[in-house]
């Protein structure tokens, strides 16, 4: 016998549906698990003894919507983060990838730009900067705001520099940043090929051919269908034998798109497709 929803999951469903219809975001398909100790943290934070008195707010104050973005989606990014990930682009895809007059990487689900800014480094190293395109994409405005902004907290510095140099650096990633009195700024000249849009997973298209699809650590908050969604989107944008890299607790296998793919670097997550 199926297990009656609790009240909860029945409020969550209804929020859900809500912000799809009024604000076009869709974060139906996101797994329940992780959005409800999420939604939980919403609720305290704005005051709200249910999901249905935070449902009211979220659909009559914009603003709150504008907030609750933060709750919907998880922002936790590193420089650098898994910097044997990085070391494997660097040595083995990096060199195919020089292959070819022009580059486009696709970084999706890019956050507060950490990812985006590692990439420009470590292309900028190889000497392939100049001819390269990064589209950094997420649905969060703020994340966006933000990434663009490329400005980081100087206490986050010593772990970006360690995970710089086991990725294969060559420098001092000092070399790449200045301190203000508010952080650390990225130098500008990184920011040259990133172009920062708002697209999303759930409900948007392809927008150009990529060389390389670099999704980490954003599947695992999605459910099945919408994972086999993005899956089918970085298939579309993929050229042939172009590259598509996953989080450490995410895979192709059992997917649809399987058997599109060989494993490049299996060790890393990275795919090449066939």
């Known amino acids: ?25 869709d974060f139906r398909h996101y797994a329940r698990s992780s959005l409800r100790r999420r939604i939980r943290q919403a609720m305290e934070r704005f005051g709200c003894r249910s999901v249905s008195h935070l449902q009211e707010r979220v659909l009559h104050e ?27 682009l660097r040595r083995q895809v990096i060199p195919l990838l020089s292959t070819y007059p022009s580059i486009r990487i696709w970084v ?17 190293e190889e000497g392939l900067l100049e001819r390269s395109i990064i589209y950094a ?23 970006f520099s360690q995970s710089y140099l086991r990725a ?5 990633l000092a070399d790449y940043y200045t301190a203000t009195v508010h952080g650390v700024l990225l130098d500008r000249s990184l920011r040259r090929g990133v172009v920062f849009a708002d697209h999303s997973l759930a409900t948007d298209s392809v927008f150009s051919e990529v060389h390389l699809v670099s999704c980490r650590n954003v599947l695992i908050y999605f459910d099945r269908e919408l994972q086999e969604r993005a899956l089918k989107l970085f298939d579309e944008a993929l050229i042939h034998r172009g590259f598509l890299g996953l989080g450490s607790r995410e895979t192709l296998r059992f997917t649809s798109q399987a058997s599109r793919y060989a494993e490049f670097c299996a060790s890393e997550r990275i795919y090449q497709r066939l």
């Open 62 to 88: 914009p603003e709150v919507f504008a907030q609750m973005l933060q709750y919907f989606t998880v922002q936790v990014s590193e420089m650098f983060r898994d910097p044997e990930y990085f070391l494997a």
């Open 108 to 124: 999706a689900g890019c956050s507060t730009g950490e990812e985006v800014w590692s990439l420009a480094i470590l292309l900028a």
């Open 168 to 172: 294969g650096g060559t420098r001092s």
């Open 137 to 159: 994409t997420d649905i969060n405005p703020e994340a966006l705001k933000a990434a663009e902004a490329g400005i980081y907290a100087i206490d986050r510095v010593a772990q």
């Open 1 to 25: 016998m199926a297990h009656a929803l609790t009240t909860f999951d029945i409020e969550l469903t209804l929020l859900l549906e809500g912000v799809y219809q009024k604000y076009q975001h």
